[in-house]
């Protein structure tokens, strides 16, 4: 049996692959076979399209004049521009909001515009053109021109407002269109209906980078880190243009002359040389984010303009508390929504919860660790007090169309948006309980969805000898790495666990070492909060790991290792919670048959084990499919050898083994002929006189130095073998006069002792090795 996390699936390579490798070095590739292997299973199957791919100068910039309205939104510009007009420039919360805002407010000022900009507070004015904010806008501050940027295809009302008032509005946006679009003097966007612009994918930084090369006349090289974040940050596709851009981005952003940026990553010990799309994924874009989750986002924009270092350092500490008090908010919310699935004891088909207190701006993170960590649909909401609604963010699973799910159930909601994976929204407080009940209802249709294993797309197996530095130097070729061009994902199977080590302040991570079982080549891996994973499988067990590649750098020392992203064991996991008292940890399992053999234990241990376990008595088992479970639980050894014998018929996915026991016949040994005859001449001393057993069996255990275990057996055997009668169970005992003479090890009790007293010295006294042993000769 084959256990992971995630459902692996393999490449369809054809049986010629090592042929294609030959045919693909011939033709002048000089590049390893593993990775001619992984350019094959990604669909690179000529020495052309192999160079386009892991060409790090791509030029491929289309004419921003390709877009449509974008002639007649230059054209009104420069009208703004040479009037003295003033320009406003309205963008939106976030790291591609941020950077495409700076984008334009470079450009304007560059032309000398009459100009300025505003960025939502996402807790004020909410996404999107604000009718409000407009009016305060043309009204207080004389606005004459709205340009936005990362927004404006959904803001019907401000836009229409706007236009009303005789102030023209130029939509750059990139987010779902709706079936129809706002009266805007202009709309810039990539999927404008009634363009045709050749990359649909550029982001709310791209279309302004777009916008500012037609306004300027050329590709201004200081917006291109700019673009690079925003596009990044936005998780858009990273094909096509939007790869020039990224390059083109992080290539500036070495050499970068933008005083913030570079404090930034200072602080966070980013060498520049070193900047890829994990820098701007992991440090810069959540950062940027952050002061937008929680109010105003200005001081991030602020940052990336300074041009004074004293300025951007005290924008940037500002930033980095807003940070850190977002992680904080985050961890404290994620607690609590756990704790709360905890108490109703299930998971539901889909997560829906909300709290006043619960800031709406960091819900969409929430959701989606939610999602990872229960593979379930997940919709957080903040309740707003003063307009008595509920605003929210959503995160789906793969395969499951959460903005068509939304969209069904749209005469509940108030206002919505979003795409597949991902969706904001708001419901008035007189829907709340209409939507869950909907939504509940209507998830049992999705539950095949996110009943099954997550999908883990492997690109190719190699072999731990073909995992070198000049092998993960080749494949960080192919990047920049992100939507549409994952960073390869590398397995190696099958190999063989040879060291693990947790570490880190909880003992959360695990530091293992793999090995070729042919080759005894070896790979080190790492696993961040994946030390779970490893509890449950043994040193030398057969296994199969499956990560990205990256290179570790100690001493000096440039070593090839796998960052863990799922590990499969072969056979069955075993877990030892043996001890001398019962390991809570033993009661954590679910989905699990749990078996017993003291009966006063069932009700106890019904009472402390997850409600989706199921707990049956040894002598019960056959009235137990096994078939239906992959988990057991010897929460204690059977009375008998035969019943381990057949649960072991049975292929188990993992066994945990505590093996708790009130009475140890092991420890207690076996009755010998000399403990039988001192007991029975014990009892003849009685003169045949009835007494209490069960009260004398401390003093016996003291004066014949015989466990109480082994007492009780020989008191069983000889009740057996008529040498005792006992009454009322075991509350006296009378001796009776017999001629009679018996084996007493072929007693039915005496054999009952003995097999409980073999099942515990295997369950309770061997190596989980040696009881693996065991179960191969009982199945062989």
């Known amino acids: 049996m084959r256990r992971s996390q995630y459902l692996w699936k393999y490449p369809q390579l054809n049986d010629e692959i090592a042929e294609q490798v030959n045919q693909l070095q011939a033709a002048g590739l000089k590049y390893s076979p593993a990775f001619l292997r992984l350019c094959l299973a990604r669909g690179l199957n000529t020495p052309q399209a192999i160079q386009e791919a892991t060409n790090q100068e791509p030029q491929r910039y289309h004419d921003p004049f390709l877009l449509y309205d974008m002639q007649r939104a230059v054209n009104r510009l420069h009208q703004a521009i040479e009037a003295g007009e003033h320009i406003l420039i309205y963008g939106d919360y976030d790291a591609d909001g941020i950077t495409s805002t700076l984008i334009l407010v470079e450009a304007l000022e560059s032309l000398g515009a009459n100009y300025s900009y505003y960025l939502p507070n996402r807790l004020i004015d909410g996404y999107g053109p604000n009718r409000q904010r407009y009016q305060q806008k043309i009204e207080e501050e004389g606005v004459q021109l709205i340009l936005t940027c990362d927004n404006g295809v959904a803001g019907f009302e401000a836009i229409a407002y706007a236009q009303a008032k005789n102030v023209d509005v130029i939509v750059s946006d990139h987010h779902e269109l709706q079936s129809t679009l706002p009266d805007a003097y202009a709309i810039i966007h990539p999927k404008h209906p009634k363009g045709d612009y050749p990359f649909k994918e550029l982001c709310g930084a791209g279309v302004a980078l777009k916008l500012a090369h037609a ?5 201004p090289p200081e917006a291109l880190e700019l673009a690079a974040i925003g596009t990044i940050a936005d998780l858009v596709s990273l094909s096509d243009e939007n790869r020039t851009l990224v390059l083109s981005g992080l290539g500036m952003m070495k050499e970068t002359v933008r005083i913030g940026l570079e404090l930034l990553l200072t602080q966070e010990k ?33 940052l990336l303009r300074a041009v004074d270092e004293a300025e951007a350092q005290s924008l940037l500490q500002l930033i980095n508390d807003k940070n850190k008090e977002r992680q904080a908010i985050v961890a404290m919310i994620m607690q609590q929504v756990v704790q709360r699935i905890d108490e109703k004891g299930t998971i539901p088909d889909i997560i829906i ?25 997940t919709i957080l909401f903040q309740y707003m007090t003063e307009t008595q609604q509920y605003r929210g963010s959503g995160r789906s699973i793969k395969g499951l169309n959460l903005f068509n799910w939304l969209s069904s159930q749209s005469a509940k909601i108030a206002q919505f948006g979003g795409h597949d994976q991902a969706a904001g929204l708001t419901i008035a407080f007189d829907q709340w309980q209409a939507f869950n009940e909907a939504m509940l209802s209507s998830a049992t249709e999705y539950r095949v969805i996110f009943e099954q294993k997550p999908e883990l797309l492997i690109d190719v197996t ?33 190999v063989q666990l040879k060291q693990k080590r947790m570490i880190g302040n909880d003992q959360q991570h695990v530091k293992f070492v793999v090995a070729d079982t042919n080759t005894n080549a070896v790979v080190e891996g790492i696993g961040f909060n994946k030390a779970s994973l490893f509890d449950t499988i043994n040193i030398d067990q057969d296994c199969a790991i499956a990560g990205e590649l990256s290179l570790n750098q100690w001493n000096g020392k440039v070593t090839p290792q796998v960052q863990l992203t799922d590990l499969a064991v072969f056979g069955t996991q075993w877990r030892d919670f043996r001890a001398t008292k019962i390991n809570p940890a033993i009661l954590t399992a679910k989905k699990a048959l749990y078996v017993y053999q003291s009966n006063r234990l069932a009700d106890w241990l019904q009472q402390h084990i997850d409600s989706s376990n199921e707990i049956c008595a040894y002598d019960s088992l056959d009235k137990i499919d096994l078939a239906t479970f992959e988990h057991l639980v010897l929460f204690q050894p059977p009375a008998n050898i035969e019943n381990f014998n057949q649960l072991m018929q049975h292929s188990w996915a993992q066994i945990d083994l505590g093996v708790y026991l009130e009475e140890s016949k092991w420890l207690a040994g076996l009755p010998t002929r000399p403990d039988f005859a001192v007991i029975y001449r014990w009892i003849q001393q009685q003169q045949q006189e009835p007494f209490n057993v069960r009260n004398t069996l401390s003093q016996l255990c003291k004066e014949f130095n015989l466990p109480i275990p082994k007492l009780k057996c020989i008191f069983y055997v000889f009740f057996e073998a008529k040498f005792v009668t006992i009454v009322n169970g075991f509350a006296t005992v009378q001796i009776i006069e017999t001629n009679s003479k018996r084996d007493l090890f072929q007693t039915q009790a005496y054999q009952l002792y003995e097999k409980a007293y073999r099942a515990e010295a295997l369950l309770n006294y061997q190596t989980i090795e040696q009881i693996k042993l065991y179960i191969d000769e009982l199945r062989n």
Not at 271 to 279: G, H, K, P
């Open 270 to 302: 980013v060498n520049l040389n070193d900047i890829n799309t994990e820098t701007i994924g992991f440090i810069v874009g959540p950062r940027l984010n952050a002061i937008g989750r929680l109010g105003d986002p200005t001081p991030a924009l602020e």
């Open 215 to 219: 306004l300027t006349g050329e590709l």
């Open 353 to 377: 919860e909300a709290d006043p207190d619960w800031p709406a701006g960091v819900l969409g993170i929430v959701s989606s660790r939610l999602v990872e960590k229960y593979h379930r649909p």
């Open 462 to 494: 190699i072999q731990p000898d073909e995992c070198t530095v000049e092998f993960i130097n080749e494949c960080a070729q192919l990047g920049p790495f992100g939507m549409d061009n994952p960073k390869p994902v590398i397995a190696f199977d099958p």
